[in-house]
C-alpha cells in the first residue's frame, strides 16, 4: 500500500518561494510515476508537475513553467516541489500522487491517472 504524506504548506506574499515535500512509502519511487496537483476552492484538481525517474522525464503545466521544479530523493523516499515567484493564483491545496509505472507513465497528466494520493497541503499567497 502506497502512503504519501505532504508538508511544507503555508502563506506567503507574492514573489515569495516554498518548498513542497511528500514523504512516500519505501520503495514507492522504484515502482511508481508521482505528481503534483492542486485544487483551488471551487475549482477541478489539476495537475502542477510529474516525474518519471527511471525515464528521466518531467511535466510542467503551462502555468508554473520556470518558476516550479519537481525532484525527488529516492534515498529519503521524499517527492519535493519548489515553488518560486509565487503567484496569488498560485492559492490551492497541493496534494502528490502516485502511479504504478507498469501502467505507463507518458503523458498521464490526469487525476484519475493517479490511483494514491496525500491528504494534501495549502498554500496561499497574497497580494
Known amino acids: 500500500q502506497v502512503q504519501l504524506v505532504e508538508s511544507g504548506g503555508g502563506s506567503v506574499q507574492t514573489g515569495g518561494s516554498l518548498r513542497l515535500s511528500c514523504a512516500a512509502s519505501k520503495n514507492t519511487f522504484s515502482t511508481h510515476c508521482m505528481g503534483w496537483f492542486r485544487q483551488a476552492p471551487g475549482k477541478e484538481r489539476e495537475v502542477v508537475a510529474t516525474i518519471a525517474v527511471d525515464a528521466g522525464t518531467t511535466y510542467y503545466a503551462d502555468s508554473v513553467k520556470g518558476r516550479f521544479t519537481v525532484s525527488q530523493d529516492n534515498a529519503e523516499n521524499t517527492l519535493y516541489l519548489q515553488m518560486n515567484d509565487l503567484k496569488p493564483e498560485d492559492s490551492a491545496m497541493y496534494f502528490c500522487?502516485?502511479?504504478?509505472?507498469?501502467?505507463?507513465?507518458?503523458?498521464?497528466?490526469?487525476?484519475?491517472?493517479?490511483?494514491?494520493w496525500g491528504q494534501g497541503t495549502q498554500v496561499t499567497v497574497s497580494s
Open positions: 500522487a502516485a502511479r504504478w509505472r507498469f501502467l505507463g507513465c507518458y503523458g498521464r497528466t490526469g487525476s484519475a491517472d493517479f490511483p494514491y
